[in-house]
């Protein structure tokens, strides 16, 4: 079993691709960190989303499910 503040928040960001009707939802932390933040990757933004069990706001990327 894990536990922890990442895990959590991955967690909820899952949730966030039945809302957001999404294949993947990452933070814009997530995103900066990564060595090819996007490229050519359609991501679309959202404005920051409040996650259960956080204090503050957070702006995350998806990609729209295919075919929606």
């Known amino acids: 079993t894990l536990f922890g503040d990442t895990i959590n928040i991955a967690q909820r960001l899952e949730r966030l691709t039945r809302t957001l009707n999404a294949s993947l939802v990452v933070s ?5 960190g990564a ?3 996007g490229g050519d990757t359609p991501w679309q933004w959202t ?5 259960t069990g956080r204090q503050g706001r957070m702006r ?5 499910r295919s075919g929606t």
Not at 28 to 32: D, G, N, R, S, V
Not at 47 to 51: K, R
């Open 28 to 32: 814009e932390t997530a995103l900066a």
């Open 35 to 37: 060595e090819d933040a």
């Open 47 to 51: 404005e920051a989303v409040e996650l």
């Open 60 to 64: 995350v990327a998806y990609l729209p």
